[in-house]
Antibody
Framework: QVQLVQSGAEVKKPGASVKVSCKAS????????MHWVRQAPGQRLEWMGWINIGIGNTKYSQKFQGRVTLTRDTSAKTAYMEMSNLTSEDTAVYYC??????????WGQGTLVTVSS | QTVVTQEPSFSVSPGGTVTLTCGLSSGSVSSSHYPSWYQQTPGQPPRTLVY???TRSSGVPDRFSGSILGNKAALTITGAQAEDESDYYCVLYMGSGIWVFGGGTTLTVL
């Protein structure tokens, strides 16, 4: 079955960077794009961007353009989300989710990133 | 910037029917926005309920249905159960590779 397993929780200081991984299994990794979505505590879901796994091109929400980088390693069947210059407002659960026909479909379990001095 | 709107909260009686909506601050929602609906309980990732306006995900009970009502996307729960008490989110594809989530609706079943 389709499964997305994300890396563990992170604690970072303000100004630091974080890189979250999302390992895929149960499907042909190269054939589906991957979305990244975050959710701050008690807040709504927020779409961050997506990456075409096959060719590697990306699209970002304007809010995250320039501060978030989405990449993938096709040999490892893993997608990555890296965010730089963290502030306390970036404290959130970060999700990866597979795209199927323009649907944000199967979700990872989420990775909590805490930014605190 | 276009905002996706949802009712902040809704209440339904057990066995009742409720329709949650997903609109745009400017313009109408259509099938070309590929509206999808998600259910989320505290501490859990979202669960995909309905996609492409009205297609139920595998394993989703048929009491959940999606549609376009007027100028909004809609999620109808027919015969609500206690376990349906959750947050519900919609997302719309805005074109040019951009998606936007709504603010979510907290559904109470009482």
């Amino acid at each position: 079955q389709v499964q997305l397993v994300q890396s563990g929780a992170e604690v970072k200081k303000p100004g630091a960077s974080v890189k979250v991984s999302c390992k895929a299994s149960g499907y042909i990794f190269n054939s589906y794009a991957m979305h990244w979505v975050r959710q701050a505590p008690g807040q709504r879901l927020e779409w961050m961007g997506w990456i075409n796994i096959g060719i590697g091109n990306t699209k970002y929400s304007q809010k995250f353009q320039g501060r978030v980088t989405l990449t993938r390693d096709t040999s490892a069947k893993t997608a990555y989300m890296e965010m730089s210059n963290l502030t306390s407002e970036d404290t959130a659960v970060y999700y990866c989710a597979r795209d199927v026909k323009r649907t944000i479909s199967t979700w990872g379990q989420g990775t909590l990133v805490t930014v605190s001095s | 910037q276009t905002v996706v709107t949802q009712e902040p909260s809704f209440s339904v009686s057990p066995g009742g029917t409720v329709t949650l909506t997903c609109g745009l601050s400017s313009g109408s929602v259509s099938s070309s926005h590929y509206p999808s609906w998600y259910q989320q309980t505290p501490g859990q990732p979202p669960r995909t309920l309905v996609y492409s306006t009205n297609t139920r995900s595998s394993g989703v009970p048929d009491r959940f249905s999606g549609s376009i009502l007027g100028n909004k996307a809609a999620l109808t729960i027919t015969g609500a159960q206690a376990e349906d008490e959750s947050d519900y989110y919609c997302v719309l594809y805005m074109g040019s590779g951009i998606w936007v989530f709504g603010g979510g609706t907290t559904l109470t079943v009482l």
